[in-house]
């Protein structure tokens, strides 16, 4: 963290305490200066972080003042999606914003993109330089079935954060966490077959669900705890579910964690009931606070859980290096990765297993837990100024993803197409549901800097809401 930032925070803790009160003058740039040991300039950067919070106020001449509070939106409620088996649509709409990704002019505030400019990152771009250059017999050749040695025992050394207690033979690498879901999911179910979810549930897990024939049942999840438990037990009583896919932490697109006693009681439930459970961790390692919160695969005893993960949102898409701890169903799935997969690219999974070793990890990602933080303030502030009254807005734990309610009347799916002709890309709720709910709602990438560009795209944004409520 830097000098700057530190100070803002702890002037923001302040305000937040009532130490400075609301209408009242703060100390002015020099003497924050002298009381902090640190340069002018590393306060007047402090008080525009807090400036672009609407945390404080200049006037001219006169200095900072503490802003008048505004009211927080409320947090969204329960979902209530429907309670049965249900095919999943919604692919047309998805192809199309994946092919908007394409195109460089459009502005995506739909994509799941980390924010992958950061120079914590360089040591991994010099990393990758120097494989190609040194290992061409390894990065031209084949590697392990289940993937680079070394790279799973950094994996299972990482994962001993999140409370796993694992060893390199109990990892596969996979081509990112998407493609270690969809093995998992084959390696238990059959076309057919019924999964349970969250909802509102990432897109890209419904439509793998479409493609593998599977049918869903959406389950009520609150945006501070997550899925609903009870309404959970009575969906197993009622359908033959093989098994429910769950994202407890930094949860995309609602941004909860959800408590470990809630993780505990969902993993009794599946004992109970004989079912699996799919523990997608991929945003876990972002979660706000340290350190990092527990896997529901954890707590487990009898290998039920299939954890799948990436480096795809903590480090970058590109690198294609997930991995799954598949438990009882590590040699099925070891023999459905070679029937589908086969190999990994052995070029990335040595670059990451050097950057994982020499640190460069854990730095990285301290980083951007701090940026995708201050971003997700800014963003909400952004929001709050520039959409109407009415709305709910999501206080995510960790990731950068943040979901906006609005009022039942508004068809994002129209705004999302009049943004489109401004080069403006938003994902909007439907796409998170198997039935297409929450057309109400809007997903935002806030990994996007929140610079000047960014903040007029969501004035544009909000300008566009206010129009479609008329």
Known sequence: MTRYQHLANLLAERIEQGLYRHGEKLPSVRSLSQEHGVSISTVQQAYQTLETLQLITPQPRSGYFVAPRKAQPPVPLMSRPVQRPVEITQW?????????????????????????????????????????????????????????????????????????????????????????????????????DIVAVESPAYYGTMQLLRGLGIKVIEIPTDPDTGISIEALELALDQWPIKGVILVPNCNNPLGFIMPDARKRAVLSLAQRHDIVIFEDDVYGELATDYPRPHTIHSWDIDGRVLLCSSFTKSVAPGLRVGWVA?????????????????????????????????????????????????????????????????????????????????????????????????????????????????????????????????????QKLGEAVKVAME
């Open 92 to 192: 047309d709409q998805v192809l199309d914003m994946l092919e908007g990704h394409n195109d460089k002019s459009i502005i995506p505030f739909s994509s799941g993109v980390p924010d992958i400019h950061q120079p914590s990152l360089k040591p991994l771009w010099r990393e990758l330089s120097r494989v190609a250059q040194h290992n061409l017999g390894a990065v031209l050749g084949y590697d392990e079935l289940a993937g680079y040695r070394e790279l799973r025992e950094q994996i299972a050394r990482l994962m001993l954060d999140s409370g796993s207690v694992v060893s390199a033979d109990d990892i596969v690498i996979t081509n990112g966490s998407q493609s270690g879901l969809s093995l998992a999911l084959l390696t238990v179910c059959q076309a057919g």
């Open 326 to 458: 598949p438990g009882r169903y590590h040699d099925r799935l070891l023999h459905m990765k070679y029937a589908v997969i086969g190999t990994n690219v052995p070029a990335t999974q040595l670059a990451a297993a050097t950057f994982v070793r020499e640190g460069h990890y854990h730095r990285h990602v301290r980083r951007m837990r701090q940026i995708y933080q201050r971003n997700m303030e800014i963003y909400t502030c952004w929001v709050r100024e520039y959409f109407p009254c009415g709305i709910c807005v999501t206080r995510p734990k960790g990731g950068f993803m943040l979901w906006v309610e609005l009022p039942e009347h508004i068809d994002m799916v129209c705004v999302a197409r009049q943004l489109c002709r401004l080069k403006i890309q938003v994902a909007p709720g439907s796409l998170f549901s198997a039935s297409g709910k929450y057309r109400n709602c809007v997903r935002i990438n806030c990994a996007l800097p929140p610079n000047e560009k960014h903040r007029e795209v969501m």
